[in-house]
């Protein structure tokens, strides 16, 4: 049985939008900074955005502010990417991750700081 499981990826045309979504089936993520990763064939897995404990703070990485967002709901054990303007590039596998941390405002950007991931899901954008 999968911990984290993420739900929502996809083939979408160029220009088109999905939301991920992210949920903790066996532990509550309330004690927990969540993040999203991608890694495409042949690359290197990339950090894509981050969310603080409570949702406070929140952070997406540069190459993907004005498209991308991070949001969580602790009371749904859930956190989300919406994406939008998707482009051929962003195809990857993105995959959550989750650290637990009594550190209530910091989001993490680095994936060895994690401590669960989930399978993965698959995000494919045609041209």
């Known amino acids: 049985q999968e911990e984290l499981v993420e739900s929502g990826g996809g083939l979408v045309q160029a220009g088109g939008s999905l939301t991920l979504a992210c949920t903790d089936t066996?532990?509550?993520?309330?004690?927990?900074?969540a993040g999203w990763f991608r890694q495409a064939p042949g690359r290197e897995r990339e950090f894509v955005a981050a969310?603080?404990?409570?949702?406070?703070?929140?952070y997406v990485t540069d190459s993907l502010k004005g498209r991308f967002t991070v949001s969580r709901d602790n009371d749904k054990n859930t956190m989300w990417l919406r994406m939008n303007g998707l482009r051929p590039d962003d195809t990857a596998v993105y995959y959550c991750?989750?650290?637990?941390?009594?550190?209530?405002?910091?989001?993490?950007?680095?994936?060895?700081?994690?401590?669960?991931w989930g399978q993965g899901t698959q995000v494919t954008v045609s041209s």
């Open positions: 991750a989750i650290k637990k941390t009594h550190d209530s405002r910091n989001w993490f950007a680095t994936w060895y700081e994690y401590d669960r």
């Open positions: 066996v532990d509550t993520m309330t004690n927990s900074a």
């Open positions: 969310v603080s404990t409570t949702g406070e703070t929140k």
